[in-house]
Structure formats: structure tokens, C-alpha cells
């Protein structure tokens, strides 16, 4: 999946360090665009340089370096993957959010500058639900959507009881968590792997895949740990939008032997969601498209010949 260079570095299959090979995209530092309120919002792109483009949405502990992990796959299939940290993460400046659907405006804005009028969107983790947002918002730029190991609120017709306390203590909790810098980041990976199923473990010792987890989480909190306290707070906050007015196809993709993302989080999204499909992958975990993501964009490039 990734090359290692002299200099310890990372560089991706077909990039311009690989000769003869235009096609794919640079993984090259973030760029960024100001927002129309002065605020920069930084991306990055991999997979197909003229492929058909993918918004993807991070997880809610992680940023935009992810899409690498897709790269290959992508490449692959025809599809171009454009990668936004959220506010307060990677480059991207903080601004509270009310809800997700504030961010999918920042999102058509980057599409707008980039001359996108119809994509696909993916989001993994608590990413799914910025995906949803987005598709909801702006459904005539949505083609499809596609959510990995969702883990998401739930509509505002099924609040839970005590929920804006519990999101005040998790905030807390990742806020001062993410203060953490260097070696006490691979400590709490640590720690994470615990707790992960045999698949999830093989691929936290795979030690490519290990060194860009590690980067994508100093990434999160390069400005410190707002902005990754306030997305998991919005993981588990009510949606601000309605999913039955969601008209892209929405497919699921979840692990069978997934520990962080639960079973109820998949049931949300069939009993809310009018067009969804649910493809479960016996024996993998949450990371499981790290080591084969193949039939995931195989199956959206079927979706947009339908």
C-alpha cells in the first residue's frame, strides 16, 4: 500500500516519486482555501488525478491524511478523493459548529472552488454523519454516499435522555486528552489496540498502516484539541437534519468483528434512512478497509453506471 523512502517518509504508489505513473495524485502538504468569513479550510486529494470525485469525511480522532489509506483502491477504480479536516483540526481553523450541517457548507464552498458540481461522499467513524449532513443539504450534488464503520447519533425524534450532559463530560475527557503530543499518542494507540478485534490488531502491527495512524493523530490536534473534543461531541449528538430527505443511495459497510462500531449504530441508519444497504464483512474490524478497499469503490462505480 505505501512505499517507505530514505528519509523515513511516506510517499504513495504512482506519485510523482514512482516514474511513469501521472494518474494519481500527490499526498502533498495541505492546501488550503479561505472561507468566505476569513477562515482557511485545508484538503488534500488522492486516488485518480481525473477521477470521479469523493468528499471523505475523518473520523472523529482523526483528518483528512486518512484518505491514504484509500489511495490504492481509489487509484484503482477511477476515483479522485478529496480530503477536508473539520474546524480546530489539521490545518483548518476552529469555528463552533451548531451541528453537522454547518460544516456542509464549508464543504459546497471547496467543491464550488474546485469546479465540482456532482460527487460522491464517504465518511468513516463519526465522519458518517458530516457525510449524511452534506447529502441531505446539497442532495443534487450527491451521487452516493458511502458510510464505513458508521459511528453516529441518531435523529432528533429518538434524543436520548441526559445526552447534552454525557457529550459535555466526553468533551472534556478528549479535549484534555488530545493535549497529548509524541509518545503519548502511540500510548493511547496502545492502549486502543487493546481493545480491537484479531483483524483490527493484525492491522495496527502492519507498521505502515501503524505510522500513518500515528501521523493522522498528531495531525488532529496539531492546533491543540478543540476541534477533535467538539467532533466527538457531534458523534454523538442529535442530527440537525431529517435522513428520510436523504434521496443518494446509501450504502454501510461495517466489519462483523467491528468493537467500536456497535450493531446500534447500523440499526439507526436502516430504520432512519429510506435508501440504505447494509454490506457486513465477516471476521474484520473498524480498520478493515485499510488492507482491501477494493469492493467498496468496485460497488460505487456500479452505483453511478446505474
Known sequence: MFARFRDDSFYLPGSAATPGADLSLDQSPARTLQLPDSRRLSWCETGHRHGFPVVYFHSQAGSRLESELLHDAALAAGFRLIAIDRPGIGASDFVKLRGHSDFAVDVAALLAHLGITRAGVMGWDGGATFALA??????HM???ATLLAPVAGR?????????????AMVSGFVYARQRLRGSRIEQCLARLREGLCYADRKQFDNPLVYRLLVRDAAEAVRQGGRGVAQDSVLSLADWDFAPAAITAPVDVWRGGADT?????HVRVLQESLPNVTLHSIPGQGHFFFAGSSADIFRHARQLLKA
Open 134 to 139: 452534506f447529502s441531505h443539504r446539497y442532495p
Open 142 to 144: 450527491v451521487a452516493f
Open 155 to 167: 435523529p432528533v425524534a429518538q434524543r436520548r435522555l441526559g445526552l447534552r450532559v454525557l457529550s
Open 260 to 264: 467500536l462500531s456497535a450493531p446500534c
